[in-house]
Nanobody, 123 residues
Framework: QVQLVESGGGLVHPGGSLGLSCAAS????????MAWYRQAPGKARELVAR???????SYADSVKGRFTISRDNARNTVYLQMNSLKPEDTAVYYC?????????????????WGQGTLVTVSS
């Protein structure tokens, strides 16, 4: 079974920091771009940050300068370091990975999503 498993999240005060991680497991052949999305209550899911296989990054304007996305290709893991958190950052955060996995000897493409982890920024 090919899957993404997230960890991190929780409750943090405004101005605080929090780190998320997301690891791919299973018969992984290769992973392309990895990303973090978030969905706040009553709002659509939005892209927060994205990192290519080569390490090129892009961010939503709302998190630029505060969030940092990184990856460890050897561990098939993507990270999101969130600093200077604001109440409006409160959301369920999801990781996403363009994944090729070997299933029964055949390489197949999977658009993988993590299960989501709740980040609450509140005093």
């Amino acid at each position: 079974q090919v899957q993404l498993v997230e960890s991190g999240g929780g409750l943090v005060h405004p101005g605080g920091s929090l780190g998320l991680s997301c690891a791919a497991s299973g018969s992984i052949f290769s992973i392309g771009a990895m990303a973090w999305y978030r969905q706040a209550p009553g709002k659509a899911r939005e892209l927060v940050a994205r990192i290519s296989n080569g390490g090129s990054t892009s961010y939503a304007d709302s998190v630029k300068g505060r969030f940092t996305i990184s990856r460890d290709n050897a561990r098939n893991t993507v990270y999101l370091q969130m600093n200077s958190l604001k109440p409006e950052d409160t959301a369920v955060y999801y990781c996403n990975a363009d994944t090729i996995a070997t299933i029964s000897g055949i390489n197949r493409y999977f658009d993988l999503w993590g299960q989501g982890t709740l980040v609450t920024v509140s005093s």
